[in-house]
């Protein structure tokens, strides 16, 4: 990447190679103004980074780790349970609460 003003077909070459290594804003701040401009106005650039992006992809695919949010979810559900508990609150103690106690009532129906 130390060469000036490099062909779009020396750009992907690079591109490809930080792509592969994740250094894509090391190539992006190695660019020149003239450089930056060829690839913005090339297709073929664009056209041929699409295709290094898809067999990027593919040949690390073996090596993907999706993430486990299963303690994530379980965290959730544990902030969620608490604040139903603060929202109950002790018997009394709500802005609408009264001095007797609610009485409930008996359902007629059945649930479907």
């Known amino acids: 990447m130390n060469e000036m ?3 779009i077909q020396g750009l992907l070459v690079d591109y490809a190679g930080s792509l592969r290594d994740g250094s894509i804003p090391t190539f992006l701040k190695s660019l020149t103004r003239e450089e930056g401009r060829a690839m913005a106005s090339s297709e073929h650039f664009w056209d041929a980074a ?3 992006r898809i067999l990027n992809g593919v040949g690390f ?4 780790v999706m993430p486990n949010v299963g303690l994530f979810i379980s965290r959730v559900n544990a902030e969620i349970a608490s604040r139903r508990k603060k929202a109950r609150g ?5 802005r609408n609460s009264s001095t007797k106690p609610v009485e409930q009532t008996e359902e007629t129906e059945k649930p479907i």
């Open 5 to 7: 003003n490099r062909t």
């Open 50 to 52: 699409d295709i290094v």
């Open 61 to 64: 695919a073996d090596k993907v």
């Open 90 to 94: 002790p018997a009394g103690t709500g």
